[in-house]
């Protein structure tokens, strides 16, 4: 009978192959599967494929920092997943850093183990990980039903009621799970006295400096929220819920440079994302910086991919027969690189959208739209067999006109 303290089956993350490979015969001989990845497509596949109750990672994976895979992986959507126990493997390579340390001491709940892994001496690890994860499965269950109670007018009290009798067997968790009841119902002020309460005790925990700057922005006080964002990210740089925050409070205090800057790190901690930028690019542009946008765009991103982003949207939103919104997805497009040639797709599918109307003043615009679609491109059979029916068409309703 398996043993239930011990994960069936793990996973590491590793580019030295060796790794998994010393472990995997000693292991397995415990009951313990081991599977290795040893670049970053196989281990986004591997961890999205199954669930590993126990996952090593080395903090010092090239393609992507180890602790920002880790933070990836906390943010899945399948609770069994976010939660598995995750040990982070350091190595010669590795020779210690300020802010990995208070890094992790920030996410909480992971563990740290030195190459040459003994897998005899990791059993003992293997059985913590699998507590860890067992225990935070179960707290994510009592605070997913606290914030149903809490998120109901009528059974608010009750949850905050809950939470503050409990909060012995809670713990250090108890604070965040009440400042979470007060924020459900975007009671900021309280929620925010939650945190104080904390940095009154320990000035310097990062995660209640982080929600301190978070709840401040929410309460329209941008720039000294920046004050405490600023405070933990420089002593832990790579906290990506931080870095996503701190992108919007520089927008909201009308500092887009430093957003861009905190935008390039988003983009670099999501290779395997790349419609993420797109949805920063519009960000920019809601709060009016279209030029930051587009030099973000231009940094980041090829030509080639911003057409097919933007046509790929455009036409989705015309088979849904969203002519209005279709269009300006086409036309977002042009404006990060107007005098692109692979923009005659671009021009065609405006012209196809504007001729879906079917009034003169919309043939009128499609027509000019194919024109500039053949310029780019005139051997474009589509477009010139458009443009003849478009005229055709025009001339009709001139007739009828006259």
């Known amino acids: 009978m398996p043993d239930a303290s011990m994960p069936q089956k793990i996973l590491i993350v590793d580019a030295d192959k060796s790794v998994a490979q010393a472990l995997k015969g000693p292991l397995e001989k415990q009951g313990v599967k081991v599977d290795g990845a040893s670049d970053l497509g196989s281990a986004l596949y591997m961890f999205n494929q199954a669930i590993y109750p126990v996952v090593f990672i080395d903090i010092a994976f090239e393609e992507l920092p180890g602790l920002v895979l880790l933070q990836r992986w906390r943010q899945h959507e399948n609770p069994d997943k976010a939660n598995a126990g995750f040990i982070l493997v350091s190595g010669n390579r590795n020779k210690g850093d300020a802010g990995e340390g208070r890094l992790v001491q920030e996410l909480e709940d992971i563990e740290i183990v030195s190459k040459p892994i003994n897998p005899i001496a990791i059993l003992g690890l293997l059985k913590k990980s699998m507590a860890t994860r067992i225990r935070r499965l179960k707290f994510l269950e009592v605070s997913g039903q606290t914030q149903k109670l809490a998120a109901s007018s009528k059974t608010h009290n009750a949850a905050i009621e809950f939470v503050k009798s409990n909060m012995k067997d809670f713990g250090i968790k108890g604070q965040d799970l009440l400042r979470e009841v007060y924020e459900v119902r975007e009671q900021w002020q309280p929620a925010l006295e939650v945190v104080d309460g904390i940095l009154k005790i320990k000035a310097d925990q990062l995660s209640a400096l982080n929600n301190k700057g978070r709840l401040l922005l929410r309460l329209g006080q941008a720039e000294e929220a920046l004050k ?50 797109f949805d920063l690019f519009a960000k920019l542009q809601e709060f009016g910086y279209d030029e930051h946008a587009i030099k973000l765009c231009k940094d980041t991103t090829s030509p080639l991919d911003v057409v097919r982003h933007y046509n790929n949207k455009g036409v989705a939103l015309a088979k849904a027969n969203n002519t209005e919104g279709a269009i300006m997805e086409y036309e977002r497009a042009l404006q990060y690189f107007p005098k692109f040639k692979e923009n005659y797709r671009i021009f065609y599918n405006i012209a196809l959208a504007h001729l879906s109307y079917k009034t003169r003043s919309h043939y009128e615009i499609a027509l000019d739209y194919i024109k500039r679609c053949l310029e780019l491109n005139p051997k474009f059979d589509k477009a010139l067999n458009t443009k003849e029916q478009i005229e055709g068409q025009l001339t009709k309703t001139g007739k009828s006109a006259s």
Do not use: G, T
Request: net charge negative; aromatic share 6%.
């Open 228 to 277: 405490f964002m600023e405070l933990a990210d420089k002593q832990a740089p790579e906290n990506i819920d931080r870095i996503n925050e701190m992108a919007l409070a520089y927008l909201v205090a009308k500092q887009p440079d430093m957003s861009v800057v905190k935008m390039h790190q988003l983009i670099k901690f999501h290779p395997d994302r790349p419609d993420m930028k």
